[in-house]
């Protein structure tokens, strides 16, 4: 009892230091860890190219690799054109949203039985003394420097670690002098590889449908910037639990901003709540079925905690990453026990 006791708090000790030090290095890991996502996704794209039909198998693997890094480059061009008209169709609509705020203040005062009306001047000048425009400004031109920064470094971080791949299983081979131990640390790695690969090409492709059929139901509604909201939509699938949930409050409130009619709005929600319920609860059990072997508890709970180490991008990184924690956990006698609690079935 003794020396388990001293094994629980030598294995406390040092999941404390192991967050702190994630929480410390979240500039460093974010891209790092991001980088190896799309590293996951090029050669999974590449092995999916080379399946097609007569040029699948005479383009040799370098140019698949290719071809899926263009794509790769060119889909995240479209967001980027998707998100920049998005904003200067937004700002085209200013005045109509204002216009649209002053009346739903308007009304809210009248239900709230207040005598004096709000007008725009009164709703900006108590905006205003709430918070500081250039303030907001400089931190909003922070973000997006920080943001371009952040994709530079990972694309950096992924022609390098491209560049390294090809003399990867030769380093694995000098690991250890032990071939069963060489082959297990391989078996570990490709068993990873194969859950996490899977789980990223399903999870895009769920997302990328998800996105589309929201689209549908935007446009019939009539919701402008149904393109962009779409492909919030779809990014926020890749976000456990809270992004179906984000992902029908957001568009709806900016329908109640265009429409000021709350049952369109409510009409509006049912629809995408719909959209989200096929996706979660038929198509993603479906597809993915139990490629991760996660408990939804420790979903949610990883989400938690990798959203406070990490920030936002931890929220997009905490599936895969708690994943490839239960997988190596495994693999161990000392902390199997540990991965069995956090396995759905309790099968690892």
Sequence with gaps: MNERFRALVRATVFAVLL???LHVGRDILV??????????VIIGAARLAARLPVVGAKLPVQVHYLLATALILGALLVLGWVALDSVDRLVAQVPHYRAQLVWMVQQGAGLLGIDSEPS????????????????????????????????????????????????????????????GRVARVRRIIGD????????????????????????VILALFGVELAPFWALVIGLLNYVPYIGSVLGVVLPVLFAVLQFG??????????????????????LDPYLMGNSLNLSPFVILVSLTVWTA?????????????????????????GSRPLAVLLSRKGEV
């Design 19 to 21: 967050g702190w030090v």
């Design 31 to 40: 891209p790092v860890v991001f980088a190896i996502l799309v590293v996951y």
């Design 120 to 179: 725009w001047q009164g709703i900006r000048d108590w905006v205003l003394g709430q918070v500081s425009v250039q303030a907001l400004a400089g931190s909003t031109l922070a973000w997006l420097g920080a943001m371009l920064a952040g994709f530079t470094v990972v694309g950096l971080y992924v022609v390098f670690l491209m560049l390294e791949r090809r003399h990867f299983d030769a380093k694995l081979g000098r690991l250890s002098d032990d071939p």
């Design 192 to 215: 990873i590889n194969g859950r996490i690969g899977t789980y990223l090409a399903l999870k895009t492709a769920l997302s990328v449908l998800l996105g589309f059929a929201s689209w």
């Design 261 to 282: 009619d709350l049952r369109t709005a409510l009409l509006l929600a049912g629809a995408l709540s719909v959209a989200q319920f096929l996706n979660g609860n038929l």
């Design 309 to 333: 180490l990490w920030g936002v991008p931890g929220a997009f990184l905490a599936v895969p990453v708690t994943a490839s924690i239960v997988m190596v956990l495994a693999e161990f006698d």
